[in-house]
């Protein structure tokens, strides 16, 4: 260049600018696309008769059409042009300058091309469509636009604007469409290739998601089928064993009411005989003596157990607040809101129904101790007082 600045000296500010000031989310927008566009200027203006003042503006418009990003994405052209206006100064006259600036004005997206100059510089800023790393370049441009307009685009959404923009966008040239037509026609086809990869994907994604909401729910509907079932099971135990020290308390109230009212009675030692009846007292009394023990036992394990206040605040963890013992001893408000803590939460909801389960186990274990000895004394008792009675009839007769 026939000036004071040669063009490596503009490569040279160019660079430090872009290193100094560039926004870090500019990944497409930055020296490297800066030189694609340079040298595909020098390629696509080798094959016109170009004036070398005119080819030399064409460069160095490529070389500033971007520095504008380093102040602001938005009207970059026009900030690239005060870039070189401060650049140059006085150094070039401001006719040259006007012509540079128009250059750079022409960059403008859709933006009506009015000479070839403008055309070459369009082509080589979007020479990119008609090279090998188009989507390589792609998926830069999208992390740059993500960041700058606060948006997030799913792969179909990207896919399809890529496509929209590469099937839209054309050379300007005839020497750009020969030397990037084709590899552009290519990138046409493979990019309606990831349009339609895109969507099955997204596709394949939405039937899983499907598959797998459809499969947490079933493991839901069987998680509650476990615990209504285990529920239902305990309820059934724990009437069985009330039913059992019913019977328990009935035989034995029985049984104990009939001795005494014989012995009320003066069965006993109501007659003359008194002595020779006297021997039967002692397995009817050892019969009282285990019906009561029975009774009292099966009493015992019919008896209701509440749980109070105080003890389900100390041993929160291990209770639970939906057995009625807790929960009938708190505030309606204190209820509430632990219910609603259960519902916000599904594994405390379900903790709390395995530690309800676990107590009632527990309940029913004290339960049936209590009947197993109950039937035990009761059945000894039994056993001991007809041992007993054919002992001495045996004996006296």
């Known amino acids: 260049m026939n000036y004071n600045f040669s063009e490596d000296h503009i490569k040279d500010f160019v660079f430090n600018l872009f290193k100094e000031k560039l926004p870090i989310h500019c990944v497409y927008h930055n020296f490297n696309h800066t030189k694609l566009t340079v040298d595909a200027v020098k390629d696509i203006s080798d094959e016109f008769e170009l004036d070398s003042l005119d080819k030399e503006n064409l460069i160095i418009a490529a070389w500033f059409h971007d520095t504008g990003y380093t102040v602001s994405n938005k009207n970059h052209e026009k900030e690239s042009i005060e870039i070189a206006r401060d650049y140059f100064k006085k150094l070039i006259d401001q006719d040259r300058f006007d012509k540079i600036s128009n250059l750079i004005l ?44 606060d948006k997030t685009y799913s792969d179909v959404e990207w896919a399809e604007l890529q ?39 997204q596709y394949k994604l939405h039937l899983k998601t499907e598959t797998t909401k459809a499969k947490t729910q079933k493991e839901g509907r069987g998680i509650e089928t476990l615990y ?138 004290k339960k049936y101790k209590l009947l197993k000895w109950s039937y035990n004394i009761f059945m000894g008792g039994l056993v001991l007082c007809v041992i007993g009675f054919l002992g001495i009839t045996i004996y006296s007769y």
């Not at 000479?115 to 989507?135: Q, R």
């Not at 030397?179 to 994907?201: F, I, L, M």
């Open 106 to 149: 022409s960059t403008v997206y859709l933006s009506k091309k009015e000479s070839l100059l403008e055309e070459i510089l369009h082509d080589a800023d979007f020479s990119n469509i008609g090279k090998k790393k188009f989507a390589q370049r792609a998926e830069l441009l999208k992390c740059e636009w993500e960041k700058v307009n």
């Open 163 to 201: 496509y929209e923009f590469i099937t839209q966008k054309t050379f300007k040239t005839e020497a750009a469409e020969k030397k990037y037509g084709k590899r552009r026609e290519r990138n046409v086809t493979d990019q309606r290739s990831a349009v339609e990869k895109a969507k099955n994907d």
């Open 228 to 365: 209504r079932s285990v529920y239902n099971y305990h309820m059934e135990l724990s009437s069985m064993a009330d039913q059992k020290a019913n019977i328990m308390i009935s035989i034995n109230t029985i049984v104990v009411s009939v001795i005494i009212t014989l012995f009320g009675s003066g069965f006993t030692f109501g007659d003359s005989e008194g002595l020779r009846h006297v021997r039967f007292v002692f397995p009817m009394l050892l019969l009282v003596i285990s019906s009561l023990i029975s009774v009292t036992f099966a009493i015992l394990s019919a008896r209701p157990s509440i749980t109070s206040k105080e003890k389900y605040e100390i041993d929160r963890k291990h209770t639970s607040i939906l057995f009625f013992g807790n929960f009938a001893q708190l505030r309606i408000k204190e209820f509430v809101d632990h219910i609603r803590k259960l519902k916000d939460s599904k594994d405390e909801l379900y903790d709390s129904m395995t530690v309800d389960i676990y107590n009632l186990g527990g309940v029913l274990v």
